[in-house]
């Protein structure tokens, strides 16, 4: 996720698809969607003896890149599932290895996820074969990133919450609004950083939802031409009081450690990790009162994969309530599976990582809006008009950024 990455045209193309595939409303005789359910795998067979994973860092390690971190040798002994992993930094460029049919799992956000999707590359998932998913937070499955038309396509993994961070010794007084790094007349101007990626023109829709009524965003993944616009405006007017576009969150972190940025969107794991610092960076974090947007990342399945059955073992145990606690404590987000926050993990107090983090907390899931893959066919329901798609998006973050 978490970063811009490539793969425009194939952004473009998929994106015609993804409108296609959600059909239409409209009871016309030009013909309905097709609404027959795709083909599930019935049962878990033998594994096949081979798995390949596609994910983000932290999310299948094999103690590759550190000793301490190794949950993927339990899976290959319990399953005898030999295991590769490969690892990638933004979510086009998992959009794009995914396509290549060369690996059977990732580890998808939302602003890939239904790409794949209509492209055909993700295959229809039986939850029913899935040991976990009656312990999942309810408010991530079966949702706009992981399903369509009534079938699903992904299983939650783990989330977190775009917040806004800001250096508690420089920032005074501490920020409640997303306006502190929109004010065009910020006295922080010059040490103001935003997410790079198209999808953060969600952010600046969230934004105007709430400071411009007039503009009737009811979904800030759903933007006709006058909404999006509006978006792309104030981008441009922000982008010149930016210290930074931040992809690379550990190249952040020493940004807010050295002071050249002090404000901006961040992660709680980024906020955690510096206060964590000795001594602490003096940063803290806030869910604004316009609220935010968030990403959660579901585990998909390739269509099509001669190891389906390993596949299915892998969701399995990645999203178990132990594994759940290991990874997202290491990584640094909310389980998805909420079990998890009731296990025994050395060195780590799982309950007080799920209340910081959130994970069973509707009211603050109320607040956030999951990315979506924007789609010409608007995601508010509006049939009226036509919504600008994820293609018109990355054309546009282009332009915002010069």
Known sequence: MRRKGQALVAAATALVLVTAACGSDDDGDDGASDTTAPAVQESIGEGEGALSVLAWPYYAEDGTQDPN??????FEEETGCDTTVKYFATSDEAYTLFSSGDYDVVSASGDSS????????AAAINTDLIDTYGDLA?????QANNSLDGTVYGVPHGWGANVLQYNTEVVDPA??????VFDPDSPYAGKIAAYDGPIYIADAAVYLMATQPDLEITNPYALDQEQFDAAIDLL???SGDLSEYWSDYVAYEDNFRSGSTVLGTSWQVITNTLQA???PTPVDAVLPEEGS???ADNWMIYEGTEHPNCAYEWINYITSPSVQATQTSTYGEAPANLSACSETIEGVDMAAHCEQYHADDADYFEQLWYWTTPTKQCLDGRTDVECMDYAQWVAAWTEVKG
């Open 69 to 74: 971190y190794d949950w993927v040798s339990a």
């Open 175 to 180: 920020p409640t609004s997303w306006g502190a």
């Open 236 to 238: 441009k007017e922000q």
């Open 114 to 121: 239904m790409r794949s999707v209509a492209d055909g590359d």
């Open 138 to 142: 309810p408010f991530l499955v079966e």
């Open 293 to 295: 947007t968030a990403w």
């Open 277 to 279: 610092d000795d001594p």
